[in-house]
């Protein structure tokens, strides 16, 4: 029963925190870049951290932070890059 609780606890604070810094992440770079600041822009940014903040369970499973950090900082930087060349 143990197990199960950390499981989820790991799940829902991994998305809950990927989708904090995503949102974070979209608002400071909405800031200079006013394509960002799109509802279709911003929210693909934090569809995409949300659901990349679900790797922290295998990531502190397996004691690699690099599975979590580096997948979710490219997919949101590729989104960022997405939503500033979209028309």
Known sequence: AKANREIVGLLLGGISGGAVGAGLTAFGTGIPAEPIRRP????LIVV??????????????????LILFVPWQALVAAAIAYG????
């Open 40 to 43: 279709k822009n911003w929210v």
């Open 48 to 65: 995409v951290g949300t659901a990349l903040g679900a790797l922290l369970y295998p990531a502190v499973d397996l004691n690699a932070l």
């Open 84 to 87: 500033l060349t979209r028309k």
